[in-house]
C-alpha cells in the first residue's frame, strides 16, 4: 500500500546474508504511526531520512516492512519523463487538429498548417503568446470571390484598388460599396460576415444594401449607371463560366481531373456549383492539396467550397 508520511525515527537494527551480500536493516517509524524494517545494500542508507516528507510503500504483517517509492525513470537524455513526452504528443496532436480546423476553409500547404499548429504548440506548453504580425495566407474560397468583384468595381469606376474598404464616406465609394455588396448577396450567396469584413464595415449594413438596392435603382440615376456598368461586366465574366446539373456528374469530373478520397476522412470538403453539391473525403495532412486540386479542376466552372 502506497503511503506518504513525514520519517519520524529510523534506527540500525542489525546486518543478515542475502543472495546480493551483506544487507543492513534500519526500523523506519513514520508520523503517521506506521513502522517497518528496511533492508539497504548500504550501511549509512539515505532514502529514509529523518524529518523528510515521502511516499513509501507499506507491506503489513507480522513483521511489516516499508520501501522508498521511486519516481519514474528519465528518458531520451533530455530531461523530459516519459509522461512528459505522451502529453507532447496529445498536445501536438490536438494542435494540428486545431490548426487544420482554423485554416480550413483556405488556400494553404501543409507547410502553413504545421507552422499554425506550433503556434498552438508554444502558446500551451510555454505560454508564449503568437506573433500578432505573422500573416496566414489562408484566403477562404468566398473571400476571394469577394475580393475580385471589389477589384472589378474599383477598376470600372477608375478608383484605386482596395479603396472600397476605406472609411470615406465619397458618394461615389459609398454607391460602389452598395453594389458589390448587393452583386456578392444575390448572385453569389456570398455570406454578410464576409462582406463586412472586406467592406470594412459591419455585417448589419449589408442587410440595408439589400432592403434598398430597388429603390435605389428605381429613383437614383447615378445608382441606376452605376449598377448597370459594374452588372454588365460581371456577368460578361461569368458567362464564360458554367455550373454543373447534377451532383454525380460533378463528383465523376472531380476524380477524373485528379482529385483524390481517403476511405476514413478526418476533412469533408463540400463542393457546389449551380445546384449541385457533392463532398471531397479527405484528411487532415492531404486537405490542402485536395482543396487546390478541386480548384484547378473547376477552374471553368462557378463554384464555392465549404470545409467540414
Known amino acids: 500500500m502506497i503511503k506518504k508520511s513525514k520519517v519520524k525515527k529510523v534506527q ?8 546480493f551480500g551483506m544487507m543492513y536493516k534500519f526500523e523506519v517509524e513514520f508520523e503517521d504511526g506506521n513502522a517497518g524494517e528496511y533492508s539497504s545494500k548500504t550501511q549509512d542508507q539515505n532514502k529514509f531520512i529523518e524529518g523528510q516528507e515521502m511516499e513509501y510503500e507499506f507491506i503489513d504483517g507480522n513483521f511489516p516492512k516499508v520501501k522508498p517509492v521511486y519516481q519514474q525513470p528519465q528518458s531520451f537524455g533530455g530531461g523530459f519523463k516519459k509522461d512528459d ?9 490536438s494542435s494540428l487538429k486545431s490548426a ?10 501543409p507547410a502553413d498548417v504545421i507552422r499554425v499548429a506550433q503556434e ?7 505560454d508564449k503568446k503568437p506573433n500578432e ?3 496566414m495566407p489562408f484566403i477562404m474560397t468566398e473571400e476571394m470571390n469577394f475580393k475580385n468583384l471589389c477589384d472589378l468595381t474599383t477598376t470600372l469606376l477608375g478608383l484605386p484598388k482596395g479603396s472600397l474598404a476605406l472609411k470615406s464616406r465619397k458618394r461615389t465609394l459609398q454607391v460602389a460599396r452598395a453594389i458589390a ?20 464595415r459591419n455585417r448589419s449594413l449589408i442587410y440595408h444594401y439589400e432592403k434598398t438596392h430597388k429603390g435605389n435603382y428605381i429613383s437614383c440615376p447615378i445608382y441606376r449607371k452605376t449598377f448597370n456598368l459594374i452588372y454588365k461586366a460581371y456577368k460578361d465574366i461569368g458567362g464564360t463560366k458554367e455550373v454543373f446539373l447534377d451532383n454525380n456528374f460533378m463528383k465523376h469530373h472531380l476524380l477524373k481531373n485528379g482529385v483524390k478520397e481517403v476511405l476514413n476522412p478526418d476533412v469533408l470538403l463540400e463542393v457546389k456549383s449551380g445546384q449541385s453539391v457533392c463532398v471531397i473525403k479527405t484528411s487532415y495532412f492531404d486537405f490542402s492539396n485536395q482543396l487546390e486540386n478541386v480548384k484547378l479542376a473547376l477552374k471553368n466552372y462557378h463554384f464555392t467550397i465549404n470545409i467540414i
Do not use: P
Request: proline share 0%; net charge negative.
Open 181 to 200: 455588396g448587393y452583386i456578392a448577396r444575390s448572385e453569389e450567396d456570398i455570406h454578410r460576415t464576409v462582406i463586412g469584413k472586406g467592406l470594412n
Open 12 to 19: 540500525a537494527n542489525g546486518t543478515w546474508e542475502g543472495k
Open 85 to 93: 513526452n505522451v502529453q507532447k504528443m496529445i498536445v501536438k496532436q
Open 120 to 126: 498552438f504548440v508554444d502558446w500551451v506548453m510555454e
Open 100 to 109: 487544420v480546423d482554423y485554416c480550413s476553409k483556405g488556400n494553404c500547404s
Open 133 to 135: 504580425n505573422n500573416e
